[in-house]
């Protein structure tokens, strides 16, 4: 069944905001954020300055659309894995392969926003993900209690822990595959459980 309730965005629209996105990510990989100008981003992506201004307010307002973005996509990412799986674990697994496939084939932004200190707009939205799921996958972990584990620190240890891979990851150019590194870190979440 196809959702009708959300408008259909212009296909222009839609490019031109990739080309204001590339033109962005391009930068960033040459200058710090607080160098960057419109007319820069502008004659990067081959628009003028009215088409930039017709997107985004200013560079602050384009960085919080594009990392609000960034967050849908992986919300919706973690939220609609497939997850009938015969355990928890598996289910973990099968996300976290996912989300690492979907930076994977997104690895130039991500190197980009995640990989530098130049837009930590983008790894607090992650940090706020991660925890907001982690939160969810520990409610019910008695685990926790048992080995008197404060809840929050649990959570800040595990969102930061993959956050801090991930970045990891993408800086050494992703030496590994997605399906290995979900394995990996799906090893190590085990360990931390036992």
């Not at 307002?61 to 939220?79: G, R």
């Not at 080995?147 to 649990?154: F, P, S, Y």
């Not at 240890?157 to 993959?162: E, K, R, V």
């Amino acid at each position: 069944m196809v959702d009708n309730t959300k408008a259909k965005v212009d296909p222009r629209v839609i490019r031109t905001r990739q080309l204001i996105k590339d033109a962005l990510i391009d930068l960033l990989q040459e200058m710090d954020i607080n160098k960057i100008t419109v007319n820069r981003i502008a004659e990067r992506a081959t628009i003028n300055r009215v088409t930039f201004y017709l997107h985004y307010n200013d560079i602050h307002d384009m960085l919080e659309k594009l990392s609000q973005e960034m967050a849908e996509d992986i919300d919706c990412i973690i939220m609609s894995t497939n997850t009938n799986q015969n355990s928890a674990d598996d289910s973990d697994h099968l996300k976290l392969v996912t989300l690492l496939e979907y930076i994977a084939e997104n690895a130039k932004f991500y190197k980009v926003v995640l990989g530098s200190n130049r837009t930590p707009i983008f790894t607090d939205r992650l940090l706020n993900i991660l925890s907001k799921r982690i939160t969810e996958r520990t409610t019910n972990n008695s685990k926790l209690d048992t080995k008197d584990i404060q809840r929050d620190i649990a959570i800040w240890y595990g969102s930061s822990a993959l956050i801090g891979t991930i970045v990891a990851w993408l800086r050494k150019d992703m030496p590994y595959t997605p399906q290995f590194l979900a394995k990996q870190l799906s090893l190590l979440f085990r360990i931390e459980n036992k």
